[in-house]
């Protein structure tokens, strides 16, 4: 039996996760610093922090308890180590060592959109929940077409074995979650920006203003994306709108032109690379309006998380981290955090 002990604070969300052989959570917490962030209208690196270092011992020994697991049964330590913020990080990445120096443990350092994509690979129940039964990823499903879209990346990759990415293209300016959030600042909408354009949207008419789907059809970029546009279009229009800003429309009109690029060039992409299947992960990949089209017009078999394992979460760190451990990774004592680490 493995078990993996999981470390997630690259943002924030202070969180810990214990799983058993790869697949099967026995815990998964989540410490939300969202009410603490809100009203600066975004995360504050120096609060975030400063808060994970309030709640992290906190954080990892309820996951120790609730998975009903003592230091000594652990196997190893999985721990993000990039990208993002680095006063968070270091956080994560001292208590990590800390645990594997202390225990005998091996460490292993895993990147947050590597975690990401893993998400696909949890069995999608919560703890204490019966045992998954349904379909699962396998190696079969190699290779497999990811599109990461959280609020720091949109990247479309290509994922041929475990640990080997290809890229093939992301945003040349903001990420997808990155959009939502300004544009919901735009709208006067509460931060975290995504579920409530989501919600705002859920009474709008997606088609009352036509918002440009920028690098749809370019050759030169066929897997990139640019939203920087899109949220300047939705600036001009909300100015000429004058008030009161039909909010609903405005936040149906702007998901549907993302999540239309999105969609069309993930499946260009899959038919293009020849992929047997598709991943989509990352906070934006909660989005209803993005699962509701991807079923609608996806002609693969793909797979998405539940919301739950969507934002970020340990459990998705210690599915890499354990797939990391199998191929027989140890990362050792002088491992850093890297703000900007790339996966491909
Ligand atoms: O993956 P994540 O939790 O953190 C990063 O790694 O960035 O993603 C957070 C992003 C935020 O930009 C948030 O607005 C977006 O995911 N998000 C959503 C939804 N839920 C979260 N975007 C659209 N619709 C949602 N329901
Ligand atoms: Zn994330």
Redesign the pocket.
């Known amino acids: 039996m493995t078990l993996i002990l999981g470390i997630e604070t690259?943002?924030d969300?202070t969180a810990a996760a214990v799983l058993v052989d790869g697949r099967r959570l026995l815990s998964n917490i989540v410490a939300s610093q969202i009410d603490l962030h809100r009203q600066y209208g975004g995360v504050f690196p120096e609060v975030a922090s400063r808060q994970h270092v309030l709640t992290i011992r906190p954080v990892i020994e309820q996951a120790l308890r609730e998975a009903q697991v003592d230091w000594d049964d652990l196997t190893a330590v999985a721990v993000t180590y990039g990208p993002g913020l680095a006063g968070s990080l270091l956080v994560g990445m001292n208590l990590a060592k800390g645990i594997a120096l202390a225990r005998g443990l091996p460490l292993i350092g895993v990147n947050?959109l590597e975690g990401?994509i893993y998400s696909n690979w949890l069995d999608p129940v919560r703890p204490g929940e019966p045992p998954y039964e349904g379909p699962r990823l396998s190696e079969a499903d190699f290779p497999i077409l990811v599109l990461v879209v959280?609020?720091?990346?949109t990247e479309l990759l290509l994922m041929r074995g475990h640990g080997q990415y290809e890229r093939l293209g992301g945003t040349l300016d903001d990420?997808?979650?990155?959009a939502?959030?300004k544009v919901a600042r735009l709208l006067g909408l509460p931060y975290?920006?995504?579920?409530a354009?989501?919600k705002a949207a859920e009474r709008g008419d997606a088609e009352r203003f036509p918002l440009p789907r920028a690098l749809l059809n370019a050759p030169d970029h066929p897997f990139d994306f640019s939203f920087s546009g899109l949220k300047t279009a939705v600036l001009r229009l909300v100015r000429e709108l004058g008030d009161p800003v039909p909010v609903a429309d405005v936040a149906a009109s702007f998901q549907a032109a993302v999540v239309d690029v999105l969609v069309s060039k993930t499946i260009h992409a899959a038919e293009v690379t020849r992929a047997r299947h598709v991943c989509v992960c990352?906070?934006?990949a909660?989005?209803?309006a993005?699962r509701e089209e991807l079923t609608r017009r996806m002609p693969l078999p793909y797979s998405i998380p539940p919301i739950w394992l969507?934002?970020?979460n340990a459990a998705m760190i210690a599915c890499a981290g354990y797939y990391r451990f199998l191929a027989g990774e140890k990362a050792d004592w002088d491992l850093d955090v890297e703000a900007s680490a790339r996966l491909a």
């Open positions: 690259s943002c969300e947050h990401h959280s609020g720091g990346h990420a997808a979650g990155e939502f959030d975290p920006g995504g579920p354009i989501q990352g906070g934006v909660a989005n209803r993005l969507c934002t970020d």
